[in-house]
């Protein structure tokens, strides 16, 4: 079982930044791929990005690309994601996932993952 808590939600105003965080209860295997999604009102989760191995391999969806940033501190078990730059289309509750959960699912689909997150809400105003 893997559990993971999400962190450092919050309101910001456009142009701002937010550094989110995401804790793995597991320390003892490698629970990638992992990723960050954002699911807005009324819309379908979105993928957001994602990182393959320990090696890096980073993606991301052409809506971050270049303001959002991944990263994974193996030392601390704890998933980031730097969101730079916000704009108030960013509001959402953002979960992170891990452990793929079906291999034909790009890392980006949230059917690629098994374990989530209980999400964190980010709100960007104009």
């Known amino acids: 079982q893997v559990h993971l808590v999400e962190s450092g939600g919050g309101s910001v105003q456009a142009g701002g930044s937010l550094r989110l965080s995401c804790a793995n209860s597991?320390?003892?295997?490698?629970?990638?791929?992992m990723g960050w999604f954002r699911q807005a009102p009324g819309k379908e989760r979105e993928g957001l990005a994602g990182?393959?191995?320990?090696?890096?391999?980073?993606v991301y969806a052409d809506s971050v690309k270049g303001r959002f940033t991944i990263s994974h501190d193996s030392a601390k078990n704890t998933l980031f994601l730097q969101l730079n730059s916000l704009k108030p289309e960013d509001t959402g509750m953002y979960y992170c996932?891990?452990?793929?959960?079906?291999?034909?699912?790009?890392?980006?689909?949230?059917?690629?993952?098994?374990?989530w997150g209980q999400g964190t809400q980010v709100t960007v105003s104009s």
């Open positions: 597991v320390t003892t295997y490698s629970t990638y791929p």
């Open positions: 990182i393959r191995n320990g090696g890096g391999g980073a």
């Open positions: 996932a891990a452990v793929r959960a079906n291999f034909d699912a790009d890392i980006l689909d949230s059917a690629a993952y098994k374990y």
